[in-house]
């Protein structure tokens, strides 16, 4: 019997050597460290607590030395973006429209990318070209559990049939074309099922930051994909086995936290003993988690703008930046 853990990282490995190419600059941790030039940090411990994902142990020096770089660039990026909508808008004699900057964050499960969005929503925002950041996740257009189960996918949950793809396109492509207001769908991580009658209304932001597992996905033929409204993508990166040990790791502190809420779905984890729980999770990583990675996600980054690599300690020691 094959060993699905070493399969998925030669896949994910052969991926990363096929779709990175020529095309992206690397950066050394040192190197991306010193393009952050003068660009202040806004951001408190007190307010990093509150953004850290859970079991993340990602601190101000990381702050300081990946985001600050990051939230730079994000900054030139978006000067650009609204100088070339200007332009496009005066050669067709248009009076000009803020366009909104679409930034697309993808990842495996348990890789950080919560995180990452968070952070970048929180810092982007105390830029003051851009003080209007609204962040929504693709967890908010998984199809409600009854539909999943209807069409006996509930076990394939995360994956991208598992999402209401159109509905997320027409969000997205709503808030790009300036409409407002824009609902979204609220999705519950207690209750692990979209809220009934709940909406996040997104109202003509100056960037819309979009996180999820699968938004650098490709179109089906004849259709539009989310990715195709980006402006920039950002692809957060690790091997898989130390992805694996951060899903474990997180699932215990899960069980000992937010599942141990009589409220959630997983109330019954609770109840596991370490060893069980250990067990329970190593299989939800390999016959689900690590399909959905090697399968779906880890394809698409070569198509993400921006990769940030991720050591076996959660800090990230490598940045690739696309040229073109």
């Excluded at 096929?18 to 307010?47: C, F, H, I, M």
């Excluded at 509930?154 to 999402?163: A, D, I, L, W």
């Excluded at 769908?185 to 932001?205: F, M, N, W």
């Excluded at 100056?206 to 089906?220: F, H, R, Y």
């Amino acid at each position: 019997m094959h060993d699905p853990g070493s399969i998925g990282s030669e896949a994910i490995e052969y991926a990363s050597d096929v779709a990175d190419g020529d095309g992206y600059a690397e950066l050394s941790r040192e190197q991306w460290r010193d393009l952050r030039k003068n660009t202040p940090l806004t951001l408190t411990e007190a307010e990093l607590e509150d953004l850290r994902g859970v079991d993340d142990p990602i601190d101000l020096a990381e702050v300081t030395d990946i985001y600050l770089p990051l939230t730079r660039l994000l900054n030139l990026h978006f000067t650009g973006s609204r100088q070339r909508s200007a332009a496009v808008g005066a050669f067709l004699g248009e009076r000009e429209e803020r366009v909104p900057y679409v930034l697309g964050i993808a990842g495996s499960v348990a890789v950080g990318k919560s995180t990452t969005a968070r952070l970048l929503h929180t810092l982007l925002a105390r830029w003051p070209e851009h003080p209007r950041v609204d962040l929504v996740t693709t967890d908010s257009f998984l199809y409600p559990n009854k539909v999943l189960e209807e069409r006996g996918i509930m076990h394939r949950k995360g994956f991208p049939e598992s999402y209401d793809r159109r509905a997320l396109v027409a969000f997205v492509a709503d808030v790009k074309a300036g409409r407002s207001p824009v609902d979204a769908p609220v999705y519950s991580h207690l209750e692990y099922d979209i809220v009934p009658g709940a909406a996040q209304t997104v109202r003509r932001p100056d960037i819309l930051i979009v996180e999820g597992l699968n938004v650098l996905q490709p179109a089906p033929p004849d259709a539009l994909a989310v990715c195709d409204y980006f402006d920039f993508s950002i692809y957060v990166d690790a091997r898989v086995e130390d992805i694996r040990s951060w899903y474990v790791d997180r699932f215990h502190k899960l069980r000992r936290t937010a599942f141990s809420d009589p409220k959630s779905y997983f109330t019954h984890i609770a109840e596991l003993s370490d060893d069980e729980a250990t067990e329970f999770a190593r299989n939800v990583w390999r016959d689900i988690n690590e399909v959905n990675l090697v399968e779906n996600i880890a394809p698409t980054r070569g198509r993400a703008g921006l990769i940030l690599s991720k050591g076996s300690d959660h800090s990230i020691q490598q940045v690739r930046l696309r040229r073109t």
